[in-house]
């Protein structure tokens, strides 16, 4: 059986996200090319090293733009609890 470890989970599932816009190129040619993304601050710095490189080559393989922000965990809910119910989100 495999050692399924937090970043090999997080790489998995960021592999899963780019096969989709892969599959379903509707999506890439939306009208919409930058999202905003708000990102749990990894409990090691290669966490943080790791999704900037993974935003970097999804990036440069649908030449959209991700305005991302890393954050600790409680400012992060805290910051989605704000946005939910100033209904900043949707």
């Not at 495999?2 to 816009?21: E, Q």
């Not at 009208?31 to 993304?37: I, W």
């Not at 990894?42 to 991700?66: C, H, M, P, R």
């Amino acid at each position: 059986m495999a050692n399924l470890t937090r970043r090999s989970v997080l790489r998995t599932s960021f592999a899963l996200g780019a096969v989709g816009a892969f599959a379903r190129p509707y999506v890439a040619k939306a009208a919409v090319t930058t999202a905003t993304v708000w990102w749990t601050q990894g409990y090691a710095q290669e966490e943080d090293i790791s999704f900037k490189e993974i935003v970097a080559e999804y990036e440069k393989a649908t030449g959209n733009t991700l305005d991302y922000s890393i954050v600790p965990y409680a400012p992060l809910r805290q910051k989605i609890v704000s946005a939910v119910t100033s209904k900043a989100v949707c």
